[in-house]
C-alpha cells in the first residue's frame, strides 16, 4: 500500500523558508512523477511543482520559479521542497503527490495522480 507522509510545514515570517519533506513508501517509484500541489482555503487545488523520480527532471510553477526547489533521495525515498522568500500569499496546505507512469494528461492535473499525502500546512505572516 502506497504512503506519501508529508512533514516540515509551519509558520514562518514574510522572506523566510522552509523545507518540505514527502517520504514515500510501499512500492518502487521508478518512473514516477512525483509532485507538490497546494491548496489556499477557498481556492482549488493547484500544481506547484514536480520531480521524475527517473532521471530527475524538474517543472515548476511560473509563481515560484526561482523560489523554491523540488528535489529527491532515492536511498530514503524522499522528496523535498525548498521554499526560499516564502510570501503571505504562498500560505496554504501543501500536499505530496505520485502519478506513475501510466498518468494520462498533463502533470501538473491533480486529477492525474493517484496517491496523496495528507499535507502540511504552511502559514506566512506579513
Known amino acids: 500500500q502506497v504512503q506519501l507522509v508529508e512533514s516540515g510545514g509551519g509558520l514562518v515570517q514574510a522572506g523566510g523558508s522552509l523545507r518540505l519533506s514527502c517520504a514515500a513508501s510501499?512500492?518502487?517509484?521508478?518512473?514516477?512523477?512525483m509532485a507538490w500541489f497546494r491548496q489556499a482555503p477557498g481556492k482549488e487545488r493547484e500544481f506547484v511543482a514536480a520531480?521524475?523520480?527517473?532521471?530527475?527532471?524538474?517543472y515548476y510553477a511560473d509563481f515560484v520559479k526561482g523560489r523554491f526547489t523540488i528535489s529527491m533521495d532515492n536511498a530514503k525515498n524522499t522528496v523535498y521542497l525548498q521554499m526560499n522568500s516564502l510570501k503571505p500569499e504562498d500560505t496554504a496546505i501543501y500536499y505530496c503527490?505520485?502519478?506513475?507512469?501510466?498518468?494520462?494528461?498533463?502533470?501538473?492535473?491533480?486529477?492525474?495522480?493517484?496517491?496523496w499525502g495528507q499535507g502540511t500546512q504552511v502559514t506566512v505572516s506579513s
Open positions: 520531480i521524475r523520480w527517473s532521471g530527475g527532471s524538474t
Open positions: 510501499g512500492r518502487t517509484f521508478n518512473s514516477y512523477t
Open positions: 503527490a505520485a502519478r506513475p507512469p501510466s498518468g494520462i494528461g498533463r502533470f501538473t492535473s491533480s486529477k492525474t495522480y493517484e496517491h
